[in-house]
């Protein structure tokens, strides 16, 4: 009991308040996300285009992940992970991968999504394209495989915008708000139901997981809308 009262009096004593400034507070981990989407956010935006996805909100949306993404713990989950996935599929192991951190369950439940989806363009039915005589285990393998491929995971990020926007009315929301609900719906599940996902917004799990134990003082979604009106709409021009 003290343990779990010492990380809410942290959680409560670090609480931001309104205007947070995430780049003080991550420092050097948040100067390079932002550089890196002044490098390739135009690739990925034009990737996001491309697939019939939003680039205005999906790059805002990934950037916690960019914030908190480590190359060398991602190898090393690759290396140590990949054969318990692939042997046991996610009950074995079922870990972020990639630049998006992105898990195996969410790219099968992607699967069941853009497959149930008759509707879908090609471009994104491509996830479902794997070799005829292909196992479940050879499936696991190459889906694994897949992500660790940025334009991979950009093909997964515009299956889950497709999936989310068919099934909620967003067009109407200011462009925050939509950031926000696909911000919870990634971080959280867009397969949950809409009241769900917007309780989802409010809470404090960033930067390390509910499931850490370790002190989460932030919101995702403070994080994922703060970037965008500091750096992704001004870089871009949005209105």
């Not at 003290?2 to 947070?20: H, R, S, V």
Request: with cysteine; aromatic share 12%.
């Amino acid at each position: 009991m003290k343990g779990a009262a010492l990380l809410l009096a942290f959680a409560l004593a670090a609480a931001p308040a309104p205007g947070q400034d995430f780049e003080a507070v991550f420092g050097g981990r948040y100067k390079a996300a932002v550089q890196l989407t002044r490098e390739r956010g135009a690739v990925w935006a034009a990737r996001c285009a491309a697939l019939g996805a939003d680039p205005q909100t999906l790059v805002p949306v990934i950037f916690p992940e960019l914030l908190r993404f480590s190359l060398l713990r991602s190898e090393v989950e690759m290396l140590g992970v990949a054969t318990l996935y692939v042997q046991q599929g996610t009950r074995g192991a079922d870990f972020s991968i990639g630049r998006f951190q992105m898990k195996p369950s969410f790219v099968e439940t992607l699967e069941r999504g853009i497959r149930a989806d008759t509707g879908a363009p090609p471009g994104l039915r491509v996830i479902l394209e794997f070799p005829g005589a292909a196992t479940e285990r050879d499936r696991r393998a190459a889906r694994y495989g897949r992500l660790a491929s940025d334009d991979w995971q950009l093909t997964y990020l515009a299956c889950f915008y497709r999936l989310v926007s068919r099934r909620f009315a967003l067009q109407d929301l200011p462009v925050e708000d939509r950031i926000r609900f696909l911000a919870s719906a990634y971080n959280h599940g867009f397969q949950l139901d809409r009241q769900e996902i917007i309780r989802a917004e409010d809470l404090r799990c960033f930067p390390s997981g509910r499931a850490s134990g370790r002190p989460n003082p932030w919101r995702y979604t403070d994080v994922a809308v703060d970037f965008y009106e500091r750096y992704w709409r001004p870089l871009n021009g949005y209105e």
